[in-house]
């Protein structure tokens, strides 16, 4: 077994002819015969305005804390938010979305409403610094502000009661449009969210204030990071809310539902484990349809990558592409402002095959 033979001579190709089998017919080895083949017939491609940078901002900071489960991502403080989101910007990102850490919570998710919380100062402060040179999207949920970590206020029996969360997602889509959010991404699967909230804006005047769907929002493990990135304090589980990861045919579902109430944009999340959903909607779907590459997906790349077990850098763009080609026009990463930075920059060597 452990004896390994000597290695014969290497055939040739006339040895194949002389065995009698005249060769393959189709050759499709031809188009990646080289790196200029390879890029002439490149179908998909990464552009940084495809990229969406998540951002968590936290209230009374002082100075960045580190999210241990996400090496490189903080929760920043509301000058380093600034300070990012313009170099974001700079580099060509498509848009932010923010997510607010707040100081104190409670059953209904005060904090979520008042224009003094902490997402919508933050809101307010990217737009005056920003305007309308990017897209500032707002993570419209109630998750980072319950005390119970739930996305939507409870009824007496302590379920996430649907309708009455309908009442105060409408009140958080005021309060974001009022701070400057140009997109609203309702997070919080609960039904008829779309409408509920497109009715709220339409009657305060924020024509203008686009929908952007968690259409296809499944209860995931992939979560884990980002519940030390908004400090939750959810006990139990998302699972009478967000969808069974075993199941397919419900986001076509809540796609349907999600374009007749009004999204603009729809999206999928998580994103690699969730790649068949994504090309599915995205087939199906008359709006833009995006990706979100979430918190564990990002956590698995840096662990591994920091064992030396990856290469990191062409694994991020692997996946990135990877949303490309599924379907997504968008992707929300936390590597979007330094995948950004590489293209502004030009492509390092080792990564140039990705243009
Ligand atoms: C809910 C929300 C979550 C994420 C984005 N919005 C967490 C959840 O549903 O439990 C997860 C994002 C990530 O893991 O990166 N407001």
Known sequence: MTQTSQPGPVPSAADLSAAGFPGPIERPRRLRS???????????????????????VREGASENRPIGSMPGVVQHTMDSL????????????????????????????????????????????????????????????LDEFTDHGHCGV????????????????REMALAQAEAGAHLLGPSGMM??????????????????????????????????????AVDSSLQGDRRSYQQDPANGREALRELALDVAEGADLVMVKPGLP???????????????????????EYAMIEAASANGWIDRDRTVLESLLAFRRAGASTVLTYYASEVAGWYRDGLPAHLREFL
């Open 34 to 56: 080289g790196a200029a083949m390879r890029s002439l017939v490149r179908e998909h491609t990464l552009r940084p305005a495809d990229l969406v940078l998540p951002m968590f």
């Open 82 to 141: 600034v300070r990012a989101a313009i170099e974001a910007v700079e580099r060509g990102v498509g848009g932010v979305m923010l997510f607010g850490v707040p100081e104190r919570k409670d059953a209904v998710g005060s904090g979520a409403t008042d224009p003094e919380g902490i997402l919508n100062l933050a809101l307010a402060r990217l737009r005056s610094e920003l305007g309308d040179a990017t897209v500032i999207m707002a993570d419209l949920c």
């Open 154 to 169: 409870l009824d007496g029996a302590g379920r996430v009661d649907n309708d009455a969360t309908l009442m105060r997602y």
């Open 191 to 228: 039904d008829g969210q779309i409408a509920a909230i497109r009715d709220a804006l339409d009657a305060a005047g924020h024509l203008d204030v686009a929908l952007y769907a968690y259409t296809a929002k499944y209860a995931s493990s992939f979560y884990g990071p980002f519940r030390e």
């Open 274 to 296: 969730y790649l068949d959903v994504l090309k599915e909607v995205a087939q199906a779907s008359p709006v833009p349809v995006g990706a979100y590459q979430v918190s564990g």
